[in-house]
């Protein structure tokens, strides 16, 4: 969603007037931009309550920095940037160092296809938050957001050593999860 002309004052007016904490401006570009932020959160939350946390503190950065928003650019991948950066940092704050073993992630038979087609959105992020925060990270920084493992160490402060086994220890974990909603939906 980009900038429109509906509200009659030009790009550079809106964000000058976000930048200048005018409340009707930053009104408009929180409630314009919620439905796509809150999802990606979501991806790298617990659960809705820290979702909701990155998403406000995600915005607060938003305002406080508008100013730098180069006219004429993408806003949405501007703020998606900020939103990424600030789950990265809540993962930073959050999550103490520690080190699992490669050992869990033989011997863990496949989920297939059919499994995840068959599954809301809602249950593969329900999946997907079961995930410790460290593999949660990763995973949401190599699968979605298509970073390389050398970028998500330095975003995470991590090797990328500790980035590649956590994805791999991620999707292994990630596949048992899948697995174990599936007999448990037929469990029912």
Known sequence: MEFTLRYKVSEEQFIEACA???SWAQKILY?????????????????E?????ILHDGFIKVFKNISRYKIGTSLVAWIRTIMVNTAIDQYRKNT??????????????????????????????????????????????YVIEGFSHKEIAGKLNITESTSRSN???????LKAIIKNAQIDRYDR
């Open 20 to 22: 200048n904490y005018e």
């Open 49 to 53: 309550e820290q979702a909701l946390d």
């Open 96 to 141: 103490k160092r520690r080190v699992d073993d490669l050992d869990a992630a033989y011997g863990i038979s496949d989920v297939t296809p059919d499994v995840v087609s068959e599954m809301s959105a809602k249950d593969l992020l329900s999946c997907l938050q079961q995930l410790t925060p460290a593999y949660r990270a990763v995973f949401n920084l």
């Open 31 to 47: 409630e314009e931009h919620y439905s796509i932020m809150f999802p990606l959160c979501c991806r790298y939350a617990i659960d």
């Open 167 to 173: 994805l791999v220890k991620a999707r292994t974990k």
